[in-house]
């Protein structure tokens, strides 16, 4: 039987656009989306700030709280920009951009920043990133193959480390995953996070670096998705965003649900609890205020450990609080136009773990990017204010003085400071806006064996008192980038 009312949990992206995909593929089906707090989108949070500089020249500026920017690989991401006519607001950075091409690392107990190569001929002018990555990969095909035997998954440490050495996981490795999960490499599945890894060996009978060389020609599945000309505008982009930032899309996602009839979208609405029919079909979804709300079909995008707490115990359900959530603290600045440029053009960077593991007495710095080279687009008024953000926070424990002002000032001169002392010593400028946010349990963290755990957590849906009528998707369960949670929203539903 098709849905006839259905009830999606969560009004962050993935809720939004569930309930779109929804109501697109069940046009006869009435939706409620239920989101606790007042107002929708979840973590992507866009403002303008005003700011003025000492002349009383004046900026808008657009900050992101949240999530950024985009990767144009997710065809999900593309069809919702071509579905919801975003097409003239998109922000690309080229993939020629330096925005694009130069990205560096901050190496503790190195000054400054360390430029990462680009391609092939960057390898000279990056000396001491090469002197590590080059020899790592050149020795990586010739090392026996050694994947654990019966092990289906592993940390992306142990997999880098057993492939290239632990110098490259610790530098290299470990920076990413602080730039993507704010997380400790150490613990994070690699089938769950990048399994282009796993697969890579797989080809490769046992080495990466073979097994990315034999990656032959994908199928393109772009024709399943109804992208328009919006992959033609992301060609050449390594990310993009909107004029008015990420906020747009779930902006126009809640504008294109309020149009339609038989969706209702209200926000101050906390889901208690969900409680499958013991006599009937379907389920019961009572709310903070006593109400008690009953649909053919419920779609869970809330965490995982949320969903736990609004279970009953005749419908408890495998695995929703085996993986922890990271803290992240967001600092967005603004520095006013000064002579002197605040940071080498570029990405941003990002800091590896430290030699010792995650001290308490550590900086708490995950890295920091530079917005305005990729986004400068995006702000309006006069020229010559730099935006960038910086993360604290996942591994590290953060006190309240670690985003101070001073201190986040402080450790960014020290980041930046080959660049101020070329130039005579400069210090960085006063800030002309500052805003420190703490994003409690912000990224799901999926542990070793994640992939795994989720297909029980699925099979235990279509069996038992659920009888397949509550989905359970999000960035806790299928991938936290935007582009993974819209994909997973995009097949909530499909065997209904
Ligand atoms: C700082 C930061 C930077 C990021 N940067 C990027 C990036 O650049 N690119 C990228 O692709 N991804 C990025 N991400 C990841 C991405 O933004 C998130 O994974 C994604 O937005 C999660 O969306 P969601 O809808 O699954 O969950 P959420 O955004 O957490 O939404 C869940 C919603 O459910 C509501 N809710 C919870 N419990 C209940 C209840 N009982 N009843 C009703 N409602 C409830 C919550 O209030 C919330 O609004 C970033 C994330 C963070 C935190």
């Known amino acids: 039987m098709p849905p006839s009312t259905i009830a999606v949990i969560g009004g962050g992206i993935t809720g939004l656009s569930s309930a779109f995909h929804l109501s697109r593929r069940f046009p006869q089906a009435s939706i409620i989306l239920l989101e606790k707090s007042s107002r929708d989108g979840g973590w992507i949070r866009s403002r303008r700030v005003e700011v003025k500089d000492s002349h009383g020249n004046k900026a808008e500026i657009l900050l992101e709280a949240g999530p950024r920017s985009l990767r144009p690989n997710s065809k999900a991401i593309l069809e919702l920009t071509n579905l919801l006519h975003l097409t003239s607001s998109i922000i690309t950075t080229p993939k020629s951009s330096k925005a694009a091409k130069d990205r560096f690392l901050h190496i503790p107990g190195r000054p400054g920043l360390t430029r990462l190569p680009s391609s092939p001929l960057s390898l000279l002018s990056t000396p001491y990133a090469s002197s590590i990555l080059v020899p790592s990969i050149l020795r990586e095909p010739i090392r026996r193959a050694n994947r654990p035997k019966d092990a289906d998954d592993e940390s992306v440490s142990s997999l880098l480390a057993r492939r290239f050495g632990h110098k490259l996981e610790r530098i290299f490795g470990s920076a990413l995953v602080h730039g993507i999960y704010a997380a400790d490499a150490r613990a994070l599945s690699v089938k769950a996070t990048f399994p282009i890894l796993l697969e890579a060996e797989e080809r490769g009978r046992g080495s990466i670096v073979l097994g990315m060389l034999k990656a032959g020609s994908k199928e393109s599945d772009l024709q399943q998705y109804d992208v328009g000309d919006v992959q033609s505008l992301v060609n050449d982009a390594a990310v993009f965003s909107f004029v008015d930032g990420l906020g747009t899309i779930p902006k126009s996602l809640r504008e294109y649900l309020d149009k339609s009839e038989k969706v209702t979208v209200r926000t101050n609405a906390v889901v208690t609890s969900l409680r499958p ?66 940071h080498p053009p570029g990405f941003g960077y990002l800091i ?103 297909e029980e957590l699925r099979a235990a849906l279509k069996t038992g008192p659920w009888k397949g009528k509550l989905e359970v998707i999000g960035a806790s369960v299928d991938g936290v980038s935007v582009g993974d949670c819209v994909e997973a929203a995009r097949k909530v539903g499909r065997d209904w």
């Open 277 to 342: 029919k013991l006599n009937a079909e379907g389920i019961e979804v009572d709310l903070a205020n006593g109400e008690t709300l009953s649909a053919s079909h419920v779609v869970s995008a809330i965490p995982l450990d949320r969903l736990e707490d609004l279970l009953p115990s005749h419908g408890a359900l495998p695995h929703l609080t085996t993986n922890p959530m990271s803290s992240v603290t967001v600092v967005n600045i603004v520095f006013p136009p000064s002579k002197t440029p605040i």
């Open 352 to 454: 590896p773990r430290p030699v010792g593991g995650y001290s308490r007495r550590g900086t708490g710095f995950l890295g920091t990017v530079f917005d305005s080279c990729s986004l400068g687009a995006q702000d309006t008024g006069a020229p010559g204010f730099t935006k960038l953000t910086v993360m604290l926070g996942g591994p590290y424990e953060i006190t309240p003085a670690h985003t101070k002002i001073e201190n986040v000032l402080a450790q960014l001169q020290h980041h930046l400071s080959p660049i101020h002392h070329r130039i005579g010593g400069a210090r960085l400028p006063w800030p002309v806006y500052f805003e420190a946010m703490e994003h409690n349990e912000c990224i799901p963290l999926p542990l070793v064996g994640h992939v795994r755990r989720m």
